[in-house]
């Protein structure tokens, strides 16, 4: 392992607002699906994860499929079958979760989140089969299409150690941890493998440091966590919703490595449910947008001007928007 190794990180999105119940959340998404009909597959969607969310997966599968019915569109039918492999791998049934990965995959998205997850999903559920060189394959597919993420690093180790290649495995594992030191599943699954395999730090002597360095970045991680929270929990709460939709992106940009988002990921960011981003926040991130579309209401000129359209639903920074993100230092 002759490359030069640092360890990122990846703050987690912290929840913001009152706690709602789940029967309140269940009454809100059903309600939005009266809602107009531009609104009404998103509301579909939501619902479709509240009940995948609170272990309803047969209920969740439901509305995805009919989600499935209304589209013939190649890159919405990847993601869909992607979720009802996500269903079934959450109830441990990874044989379908393969089948329906498989389909998805079959659909050929353009889109390279669904594309990673798709390679990397397919291969873990492979592994919890025991199909450890079938899924190898799929996992240095998710690592080329997305090398910042940790899942196919960690999902590869277990491949290899799966095909008895112990030492490669070791490498993998602290390779996802490198990728993001804020997920520890990798770090305990590398432990469990040196105590199987002690043999490694002899045979590797780089191996035994860089399994100190590992701990010690997700030890760190995990205190920078706790800060992080502790002082979100103290934070202001005097911020605009400009200000905090430029706090949101910079996460998004800076911390995870997205450059295009859209609407709904900055709302995920943020914490927030549709009915509160709907409320006050959906329009005051079309008056950042540089084209500012109809119905924008005026904000103030420094916050002008920060997004532009990639595609439909589909936005970016512009250069000025990148500038100011930057400066933004809040949690």
Known sequence: MDEKWSFGMSLPDLP?????????????LQSRMREKRSEFEEAVWQLARFYSSHKQQEVAAKYIGFLMSLTDDPERQASYWLALGQTME???NFEEAAS???????MEPSES????????????SLIQLGQFQEAEPYCRAAIRIAPRKQNAYKNLGLTLQGQGKFLEAAEELIRAVRANSTDPRALHYLEALIQQHSELLEEDPEIAELVVKSRDAVSFASRLIDSAVKKQQDASPDLTHAEKI?????RLVFLQGITEFSRDDIRRALGLN???????????????????????PPIDKKYRGVFR?????VHALTPYGNTLVQGIHKL
């Open 90 to 92: 959450q109830v441990g």
């Open 16 to 28: 913001k607002g009152r706690k709602v119940t789940s029967d309140e959340a269940e009454v809100l």
């Open 274 to 296: 549709m009915e509160d981003w709907m409320s006050g926040y959906t329009s005051i991130f079309q008056a950042m947008r540089e084209d500012e579309p109809g119905g924008a």
């Open 246 to 250: 430029l706090v949101a992106v910079n």
């Open 100 to 106: 329906y990965y498989r389909h998805a995959f079959s």
């Open 113 to 124: 989140e669904t594309w990673y997850f798709i390679n990397n999903n397919l291969g873990y």
């Open 309 to 313: 359209q990639v595609k439909h639903g």
